[in-house]
């Protein structure tokens, strides 16, 4: 590879990963927010999220100048092509803390409707897929990426299981209809915010073994 | 423009707009089968979704052969980015009619929710955001899609005002709360593929001017 174009790559790998780190601390403060009825921790997050945007143009922006400068081919224009992929997937996370930072903020006010315990932990897993399909990404790592993948269903066991709570809720406590929808709401961004790190880990894997998983969860052997 | 090039950039186009024809049937026949509690029709929205995906792999491939082949340049080099853009926001826009069409089989079921009479218009509004988007690109048409960005407050007014509904007839009717529940998440659906048919609209704008606006909606001006 040409010592510029690395330079470049590496440069690019830098931005996408700040990025990461501003997109992983506005899920962390805004389901903190939720949990702990924090109206200005859900304010600062939304604020925030133009930061975001802003870094995302940038790296799309790095992304088009290397292409432009350098016409990488094969290994490179893919990483390139991942590197676009992924940072759309960063910006929509970004844009799910916002939402859940939203209802936060509706969360805050009475009447107040009882947050599910389990939300914490449904929270943890979902950083943590987050992080991994970052390391899996950094690292080309397709094992790290399977394992974001299967770790998904654990997410969507949690998100059905506060569902069913806060329907019981609704139905039990009529006046508790609209936090309730407002925390369901919620459970759903951070749910897809889980989705959003399993499309990163399957761009990994289109990335190393130059095939595309996206909606072939079969290629990944062993169910 | 090389002769080649140009001759892979038309057919690229006609595979998008494939594609988004495949997208569009798939939101009309799963909010049709919404309106009408057919479970059947919803089944077959959800059975087509492999096709959808399949022609996104197919147009993201193309890109990328263009991109190691031809290894274009600026205005070139942009119109491939923003495919690929386009590509992943109709491929999302398959996957919420999909979650649809999973909601309307839950809603053939009894106890039956009143559908409110405003999705039709929604639906309407939201399609006429698609095609008008995708229109907007084929003509390289700013002024087109800055009243596509613009639309999209109609959708979010049908929105909340659907979601009223939906509250009142929860707090009115414990027993319908799981239904009720269900419609909420088709309704968000809906919006957020009229939120997607916007991020196309900014992109043919970034395609045009050159200047990213996604985020930036001041960009537009005129309000």
Chains 1, 2 share one sequence.
Do not use: W
């Not at 830098?14 to 924090?38: F, P």
């Not at 992304?63 to 991942?82: E, F, N, T």
């Amino acid at each position: 590879m040409p010592k510029h174009l690395q330079k470049d790559l590496e440069e690019l790998h830098r931005s996408l990963l700040r990025l990461a780190g501003y997109v992983e601390d506005a899920v962390v403060n805004a389901t903190a927010a939720l949990r702990t009825r924090d109206r200005d921790g859900g304010r600062r997050v939304i604020a925030g999220d133009n930061e975001i945007d802003q870094l995302e143009n940038e790296v799309q922006d790095e992304c088009l100048k290397i292409l432009a400068l350098h016409q990488p081919v094969a290994v490179d224009l893919r990483r390139i092509s991942v590197v676009l992929m992924i940072t759309t997937d960063l910006e929509r996370m970004g844009d799910l803390a916002v939402g859940i930072a939203e209802r936060a903020i509706a969360l805050a006010r009475p009447p107040y409707v009882p947050i599910p315990e389990r939300i914490e932990g449904m929270t943890d897993r979902t950083l943590r897929m987050v992080r991994l399909s970052l390391d899996a990404f950094v690292n080309g790592d397709p094992i790290e990426a399977a394992r974001v993948i299967r770790a998904d269903d654990d997410v969507d066991r949690d998100n059905d299981e506060i569902i069913r709570e806060l329907v019981a809720e609704m139905k039990q406590s009529p006046h508790l209809v609209e936090p309730a929808l407002s925390l369901f709401s919620a459970v759903r961004h951070l749910e897809r915010i889980a989705d959003h790190a399993t499309n990163i880990a399957e761009d990994v894997i289109y990335l190393v073994n130059g095939e595309i998983v996206r909606h072939h969860p079969e290629a990944l052997g062993g169910g």
